[in-house]
């Protein structure tokens, strides 16, 4: 167990809403990512943190936001859902020193955008 | 850039078969490689790595061995069980991880 704690674990909602899910760590690790899955593309970078307040974009970053005010709170928005959001979303951090260095995953959140 | 590509499951298997699932990959530098395991409503747990050139990663009776001249890094086991029925991903990291896009491997008792 890495500590890590996604919530909510399911959430739907309907298109255009905002939705905010919440990655808790309790490891004091440095970096934080934010994954999405879906079938056929295996799990592509949202966003990810290097630190408190030091976020930058990953490969499929349009129309996600994020924030980190604390080391062991990573925040993903969508500021207006769209059906293509819909996807199991991970969270995952590492202490990022070394590129050996591992990835631990959250249980993820199942997102349905109607 | 830096890539990872998997061949397409599902994988069936009866049970006791060997498994071989093929894991190529494209880096500019030299990367670490990983195998990830995804068992059903889960997160990715790491299943072995290797850090550099013939190194062999090992675990739960998974082996793969990273192979720079063939730029591959192809997970196998022995000797499949049910309880191995999961998502395997191979993964690279240089300064970023990328993973595969997943195997899905299904044994049958």
């Known amino acids: 167990d890495a500590g890590i704690t996604q919530s909510p674990r399911h959430k739907v909602t309907e298109t255009g809403t905002p939705v905010t899910l919440r990655c808790h760590q309790t490891?004091?690790?440095?970096?934080m990512y934010w994954y999405r899955q879906d079938p056929g593309h295996g799990l592509r970078l949202i966003h990810y943190?290097?630190?408190?307040?030091?976020?930058d974009k990953g490969e499929v970053s349009d129309g996600y936001s994020v924030s980190r005010s604390k080391t062991e709170d990573f925040l993903l928005t969508l500021e207006s859902a769209t059906s293509s959001q819909t996807s199991v979303y991970f969270c995952?951090?590492?202490?990022?020193?070394?590129?050996?260095?591992?990835?631990?995953f959250g249980s993820g959140t199942q997102l349905s955008v109607l | 850039g830096d890539s990872v590509t998997q061949m397409e499951g599902p994988v069936t298997l009866s049970e006791e078969a060997f498994l071989t699932i093929n894991c190529t990959y494209t880096?500019?530098?030299?990367?670490?490689l990983f195998w990830y395991v995804q068992y059903p409503g889960e997160g990715l747990q790491l299943l072995l790595k290797?850090?550099?050139?013939?190194d062999k990663g090992s675990n739960k009776g998974f082996e793969a061995t990273y192979r720079k001249e063939t730029t591959s890094f192809h997970l196998e086991k022995g000797s499949v069980q049910v309880s191995d029925s999961a998502v395997y991903f191979c993964?690279?990291?240089?300064?970023?991880?990328?993973f595969g896009s997943g195997t899905k491997l299904n044994v049958k008792p």
């Open positions: 943190s290097y630190g408190v307040k030091d976020t």
């Open positions: 993964a690279l990291n240089f300064n970023k991880f990328y």
């Open positions: 490891e004091n690790h440095r970096y």
């Open positions: 290797a850090t550099k050139a013939d």
């Open positions: 880096a500019t530098g030299y990367p670490s």
């Open positions: 995952a951090i590492s202490s990022g020193t070394s590129p050996s260095e591992k990835l631990f």
